[in-house]
């Protein structure tokens, strides 16, 4: 990659960035397309999120995704908010053409997931209420799954997350109930969503949210953990039989649609794939 004067920047703002995974993927894109793109990681300080945002259109640079702790403060400072993004209430994704948020986490979920199968009229569960469980949670609807169970440790944050999902008229059927009862529910799931952090990187060892006996072949199962990439999650699923669903592809996709949204382009999804291979050092 050449620097000039043209140079298109994209970039990243969060705190900390230092570990972030999608420098190597976008240059390798830009590279592989040939495009005068240069993406770049900003840490930025939450007291200075606003004169970043300031500093990108001054600096006329064409886009940023966003990471903790920024997503949803950001919001406060763009002039549009995409449909879902704004129903999610968090921001990944910038565009400086017209200052527009995007959420792609979702999208990025809903990709990996539909490599497998179809999200239309599945019974979908998903572990987690947090920022990830949300994203992932508006565009499970917005394909048409027929049903979504929300499992928490806090049964509360549950049940506020299914009534904003119920609220948004993009489902009819959203339940919530208690992680602990997991295996109520997977006998009758087409779909087990992981948005935990069980199994992180160096947790390699935590007791998963679910085991191999109580799932069954037909389910398929995500895991938004990518490090490591095969989690203790998705190691019983394997033992079931039934199909795994890489974090990997998540972050892959949330990319794909981020690199859309800038350039107007298709991105180069395998070079792009191979990049976080390499970087996460995985084979192939």
Same mark, same amino acid.
């Given at each position: 990659?050449?620097?000039?004067?043209?140079?298109?920047?994209?970039?990243?703002? =969060?705190?900390?960035?230092?570990?972030?995974?999608?420098?190597?993927?976008?240059?390798?894109?830009?590279?592989?397309? =040939?495009?005068? %793109?240069?993406?770049?990681?900003?840490?930025?300080?939450?007291?200075?999120?606003?004169?970043?945002?300031?500093?990108?259109?001054?600096?006329?640079?064409? !886009?940023?995704?966003?990471?903790?702790?920024?997503?949803?403060?950001?919001?406060?400072?763009?002039?549009?908010?995409?449909?879902?993004?704004?129903?999610?209430? #968090?921001?990944?994704?910038?565009?400086?053409?017209?200052?527009? =948020?995007?959420?792609?986490?979702?999208?990025?979920?809903?990709?990996?997931? @539909?490599?497998?199968?179809?999200?239309?009229?599945?019974?979908?569960?998903?572990?987690?209420?947090?920022?990830?469980?949300?994203?992932?949670?508006?565009?499970?609807?917005?394909? !048409?799954?027929?049903?979504?169970?929300?499992?928490? *440790?806090?049964?509360? *944050?549950?049940?506020? +997350? #299914?009534?904003?999902?119920?609220?948004? =008229?993009?489902?009819?059927?959203?339940?919530?109930?208690?992680?602990?009862?997991?295996?109520?529910?997977?006998?009758?799931?087409?779909?087990?969503?992981?948005?935990?952090?069980?199994?992180?990187?160096?947790?390699?060892?935590? @007791?998963?949210?679910? *085991?191999?006996?109580?799932?069954?072949?037909? +389910?398929?199962?995500?895991? #938004?953990?990518?490090?490591?990439?095969?989690?203790?999650?998705?190691? @019983?699923?394997?033992?079931?039989?039934?199909?795994?669903?890489?974090?990997?592809?998540?972050? +892959? %996709?949330?990319?794909?649609?981020?690199?859309?949204?800038?350039?107007? *382009?298709?991105?180069?999804?395998?070079?792009?794939?191979?990049?976080?291979?390499?970087? +996460?050092?995985?084979?192939?």
């Amino acid at each position: 990659m050449k620097i000039k004067g043209s140079t298109n920047i994209v970039g990243l703002i =969060g705190h900390p960035v230092e570990h972030s995974f999608s420098p190597p993927m976008h240059n390798a894109a830009f590279d592989k397309l =040939g495009m005068d %793109y240069a993406y770049v990681a900003f840490d930025v300080n939450p007291n200075n999120l606003k004169s970043a945002i300031n500093a990108g259109e001054s600096l006329n640079i064409k !886009g940023f995704n966003v990471t903790i702790p920024h997503k949803i403060n950001v919001i406060q400072f763009l002039d549009e908010i995409d449909e879902v993004a704004r129903l999610i209430g #968090a921001v990944n994704t910038i565009d400086f053409k017209n200052l527009k =948020g995007y959420n792609t986490d979702g999208i990025g979920a809903v990709k990996a997931i @539909e490599e497998v199968t179809s999200i239309k009229d599945k019974n979908v569960v998903v572990a987690g209420a947090g920022g990830a469980s949300r994203a992932i949670s508006f565009y499970i609807a917005k394909y !048409g799954a027929e049903s979504i169970t929300i499992l928490n *440790r806090n049964i509360d *944050r549950a049940k506020s +997350l #299914a009534s904003d999902i119920s609220d948004s =008229g993009l489902i009819n059927d959203v339940t919530a109930d208690s992680i602990s009862k997991i295996n109520d529910y997977l006998a009758n799931a087409d779909i087990l969503i992981d948005t935990t952090p069980i199994g992180m990187h160096p947790n390699y060892d935590d @007791e998963p949210i679910a *085991r191999a006996e109580n799932m069954h072949e037909d +389910l398929v199962v995500f895991d #938004a953990v990518y490090n490591p990439n095969d989690t203790v999650l998705l190691k @019983e699923a394997i033992k079931a039989g039934a199909k795994p669903v890489y974090g990997i592809k998540m972050l +892959l %996709y949330q990319g794909t649609e981020s690199f859309k949204i800038w350039t107007g *382009r298709d991105a180069p999804v395998d070079e792009m794939e191979k990049a976080l291979r390499q970087t +996460l050092n995985l084979e192939g």
